[in-house]
């Protein structure tokens, strides 16, 4: 069966290109070795915190605005509630890097900032406690993504613009000759002019197919509900929020829909294979330990775990993205290595990974998630 891009990951940003290749009207196939949206990926867990003053680097600014752009766009076309202005609260100590990159990004893009210091923090939300040296840089504007709501509103676009996905169908072998991609997989056989790899934490091993060493690394990860005061902890009055601690990085979102306070720990976690089955939640004691800890020192009213979930991170050596051809196949484009942050940026991942194809270039720079920066 021929096509003209097949797209090998149907997560989050996989499902994004194949909507944004299919209405530009090129023949699509999409194949997932599960069923999106799934437990398998970095997408797992409902929510997913969108911000535009980025404590990452100022070089992600762009992106992440046209992204949300996009996802503006999607819930028109398809009438659904996908964003939530919740507001997005840093924290941390004024002179650490991550607070100084949020405030000079806000400051180079005139992004809405609000600085606070920990007293005005407590005062504007009583159900967090800050140490005197932090601070605050709430960003009003910003908020919470419903991420398996987005990929199924993609998905629904792509079918609609004459896509074909086809889950559960593991990819056995590529092979690309004269420009032309052949794809199998258990039992059938594809041909297409361009592939798009987007596999998540098994984008390194599907690559090393291809003649490319990518150096990432699948983790574990948790993230968990607590019982919440709703009049407190409510998204119509309390924001999502990161910290950077002491003791670890922290992220977190306001009881949405009487779900109760969702919290996580960012960095950390065990170096995994993702064809293991991943220990569930609470089976290691710092998966409820680390969060009860956390909730201790900022958050002290909250305390009773409801539920926790695992879901997998793919990090890079400095946890910034890989988007980019691949260096010896101008029709082969390559999402990976997204390290925890990724899914806010997805539409526009699904954007650029289009545009590749279709011309090689996109209109924001991506230089800085080349694959050349891996090279000695």
């Given at each position: 069966?021929?096509?003209d891009?097949?797209?090998i ?5 996989g499902?994004a290109?194949?909507y944004?290749?299919s209405?530009s009207?090129?023949k699509?196939l999409?194949?997932?070795?599960f069923?999106p949206p799934?437990n398998?990926?970095?997408h797992?867990g409902e929510?997913r915190?969108?911000r535009?003053a980025y404590?990452?680097?100022e ?10 752009e996009?996802?503006n766009?999607?819930e028109k076309a398809t009438g659904k ?7 997005v609260?840093?924290?941390?100590k004024?002179h650490?890097?991550f607070?100084?990159n ?5 400051k180079k893009y005139s992004?809405?900032?609000?600085i606070l210091?920990s007293?005005e923090?407590?005062n504007?939300w ?11 840089c709430f960003?009003?504007t910003?908020g919470v993504?419903?991420?398996e709501?987005?990929?199924k509103?993609?998905q629904?676009?792509?079918?609609l ?8 169908s ?7 000759k004269?420009d032309r991609v052949?794809i199998?997989?258990d039992n059938?056989?594809f041909?297409?002019?361009a592939?798009?790899v987007?596999t998540?934490a098994?984008?390194?091993s599907?690559?090393s197919?291809?003649d490319?060493?990518?150096p ?9 509900w607590?019982?919440a ?10 924001p999502?929020f990161t910290?950077e601690?002491?003791?670890?990085q922290?992220?977190?979102?306001p009881?949405?829909d009487?779900a ?5 720990r960012h960095?950390g976690g065990?170096?995994?294979h993702?064809d ?10 710092e998966?409820?330990g680390?969060l ?8 002290p009213?909250i305390?009773?775990l409801q539920?926790?979930?695992?879901c997998m991170y793919?990090?890079t050596?400095?946890e ?9 196949y ?8 997204f ?5 806010k940026?997805?539409s526009a ?7 590749l194809?279709?011309?090689g270039?996109y209109?924001?720079d991506?230089?800085p998630f080349s ?5 000695n």
């Amino acid at each position: 069966m021929n096509y003209d891009v097949i797209i090998i990951g149907a997560g989050s940003m996989g499902m994004a290109a194949g909507y944004f290749l299919s209405k530009s009207g090129k023949k699509t196939l999409l194949l997932d070795a599960f069923t999106p949206p799934h437990n398998k990926g970095s997408h797992h867990g409902e929510t997913r915190i969108i911000r535009y003053a980025y404590g990452e680097g100022e070089e992600y600014v762009p992106f992440v605005l046209r992204a949300q752009e996009l996802w503006n766009d999607l819930e028109k076309a398809t009438g659904k509630q996908l964003f939530l202005q919740t507001g997005v609260l840093n924290v941390g100590k004024e002179h650490s890097d991550f607070i100084q990159n949020t405030i000079s990004s806000a400051k180079k893009y005139s992004l809405p900032l609000d600085i606070l210091s920990s007293k005005e923090v407590h005062n504007r939300w009583p159900g967090i406690t800050l140490p005197n040296d932090f601070i605050g840089c709430f960003e009003p504007t910003s908020g919470v993504l419903k991420c398996e709501e987005s990929i199924k509103a993609y998905q629904e676009l792509a079918e609609l613009n004459g896509a074909t996905i086809l889950t559960n169908s593991q990819v056995k072998d590529i092979s690309i000759k004269d420009d032309r991609v052949t794809i199998k997989t258990d039992n059938q056989t594809f041909y297409s002019d361009a592939l798009v790899v987007s596999t998540g934490a098994w984008s390194g091993s599907l690559l090393s197919t291809l003649d490319l060493e990518l150096p990432l690394s699948p983790v574990r990860k948790t993230f968990a509900w607590f019982q919440a005061d709703e009049k407190m902890y409510h998204q119509d009055h309390f924001p999502a929020f990161t910290f950077e601690t002491p003791n670890g990085q922290y992220y977190g979102f306001p009881s949405i829909d009487g779900a109760g306070l969702k919290v996580g720990r960012h960095d950390g976690g065990d170096q995994i294979h993702p064809d293991e089955s991943i220990l569930p939640f609470g089976e290691l004691p710092e998966d409820k330990g680390d969060l009860i800890h956390f909730l201790h020192q900022y958050m002290p009213k909250i305390s009773q775990l409801q539920y926790g979930k695992t879901c997998m991170y793919t990090l890079t050596p400095d946890e910034d993205f890989i988007i980019d051809l691949h260096p010896n196949y101008s029709n082969v484009a390559i999402a990976a290595g997204f390290s925890g942050h990724g899914f806010k940026f997805s539409s526009a991942v699904g954007q650029a990974l289009s545009q590749l194809i279709l011309s090689g270039q996109y209109d924001i720079d991506l230089s800085p998630f080349s694959i050349n920066r891996f090279k000695n």
